[in-house]
């Protein structure tokens, strides 16, 4: 194993997950690289005083949640940094869009051939298919901090972004960013449709359900599987509805239909039901998904087993939510918004290298039924700041730059040799019980002690 050398022992004995991680992110953040990747994409920016990798360098404190606030992470690192707080926020709320997508696009491409040298990817969901989990994901409200804001009482929004995920590998591998917080998935249907390629399925929640877009796909000689939505009336009947199996969650119906476009064409669909055996929390009692595949490529219950890992998306929106702050409320500024949520994406992807490194040890089960990626990345974070104190960037850099693509997985993997499970054990709990809720106008509160004495006394 390579030698990392006796500044980082200590980190190695005590927590080598975040070590795996650092050099992940080592990995991917040289400074050269990030400054010529913003070169290259961005179009009007350019860089004088602030480079682009001192930017990542403030941000990304942030993003791990070592630093509560940039205005935080500017002062710990006021030394390197030679331009003022105003400087930096100047930069990140003009931070082009387009280089936010880049970042994550340039993470997946970099991070991708580690995990294929290790066999860490996943099965296909579909044999000969590359599987593509697309959806939204609208930003949280900011603070009312900009001029024209502090009047509404409604919370201003400062936009979104559309994920396209890989299950295969956990990455999210593209990223369509927009800056408009009241707009929807579908306007940027004609932008998703260019990033379709022949042979892959792309799984989706009902909001992408339009004739368009599915016509769009086919086009490309891709297939699709999507919820169907409510608003899609317009559809034929081809046959009568069959009973083809049953899930573990319901019992599955098949039915062939057809679909037109406005330009007259016609195409045949699969109109796949799932009969739950338990409501939705929205309280749905039947899911109808529509796809262009054929019953060999993919048959019905096994089409509802797919859709059911478009949750796989959700997921990680979740994940970057409570392991890492994708979602800054200061940051009031759209372009300053996506900018944070592409590197918490970007430190997504991290994650689900080293995910994939501890599968291949420990197995892809244990890893998603017994590891709490919430502990790992808080211990991470709690010692986040040591190691940038302990460690030079230099250190990381002569340690990890020069290695093939071969000779870094099989480091990660004697790093994660060292990780011991059962300190981030799973927390799980039963389903809660329902409580009629005591109402009384007239009592605002209630004494918590009295209440445990009224518990004793019955």
């Not at 991917?28 to 690289?33: I, N, Q």
């Not at 294929?116 to 901090?145: C, M, W």
């Not at 004609?190 to 992408?208: G, H, K, P, T």
């Not at 317009?234 to 969650?249: F, L, P, Y």
Request: aromatic share 10%.
């Amino acid at each position: 194993m390579l030698h990392f050398g006796e500044k980082f022992e200590a980190f190695l004995n005590k927590a080598p997950a975040a070590v795996g991680i650092r050099a992940i992110l080592q990995r991917l953040l040289p400074a050269d690289r990030l400054d010529r990747l913003f070169n290259d994409t961005a179009e009007s920016q350019y860089e004088k005083t602030l480079l682009f990798s001192t930017l990542m360098t403030i941000m990304f404190d942030v993003t791990l949640k070592s630093s509560k606030s940039v205005r935080n992470s500017w002062l710990a690192h006021k030394n390197e940094v030679p331009v003022s707080l105003s400087a930096v926020y100047q930069k990140l709320n003009n931070l082009e869009p387009a280089v936010a997508a880049e970042l994550v696009r340039y993470s997946a491409k970099r991070l991708r051939p580690v995990l294929q040298f290790i066999n860490g990817e996943k099965a296909p969901l579909v044999p000969g298919l590359r599987t593509v989990i697309v959806d939204g994901n609208h930003f949280s409200g900011t603070q009312h901090r900009l001029i024209g804001t502090r009047h509404h009482q409604a919370t201003p929004l400062p936009g979104f972004a559309i994920a396209l995920y890989d299950p295969q590998c956990g990455m999210v591998f593209d990223l369509i960013p927009c800056e408009d917080g009241h707009a929807q998935e579908r306007a940027y249907f004609d932008e998703l449709a260019e990033r379709v390629a022949a042979d892959e399925l792309w799984i989706a929640d009902r909001n992408f359900c339009t004739v368009d877009f599915m016509f769009a796909i086919r086009e490309k000689g891709a297939y699709f599987l999507i919820r169907h939505h409510g608003q899609l009336k317009k559809w034929n009947a081809e046959g009568e509805q069959k009973h083809v199996g049953t899930t573990a969650t319901g019992e599955v119906y098949e039915q062939q239909i057809s679909i037109v476009n406005s330009s007259g064409q016609k195409m045949l669909l699969r109109r796949v039901t799932l009969q739950l055996f338990q409501k939705t929390r929205n309280g749905d009692t039947e899911i109808h998904v529509l796809t262009n595949a054929s019953k060999k490529q993919l048959p019905s219950v096994r089409a509802c087993e797919c859709y059911r890992e478009r949750w796989g998306i959700e997921g990680m929106f979740l994940e970057l939510t409570q392991s890492l702050q994708c979602e800054v409320d200061t940051l009031a500024y759209p372009k300053a918004a996506i900018f944070a949520f592409s590197l918490a994406v970007l430190a997504y992807n991290a994650v689900s290298l080293f995910r994939g490194v501890l599968g291949t040890i420990h197995g892809f089960e244990t890893i998603a039924e017994k590891l709490s990626w919430y502990l790992l990345c808080s211990e991470t974070t709690s010692v986040w700041r040591g190691m940038e104190i302990a460690i030079d960037d230099g250190d990381w850099s002569s340690c990890i730059d020069a290695l093939t693509n071969r000779r870094f997985a099989m480091v990660l993997r004697k790093v994660c040799e060292r990780i011991d499970l059962s300190r981030y054990p799973k927390s799980r709990r039963g389903p809660k019980k329902k409580v009629v809720k005591i109402f009384d106008p007239n009592v605002n509160h209630v004494s918590t002690a009295k209440i445990l004495q009224e518990r004793k006394t019955n």
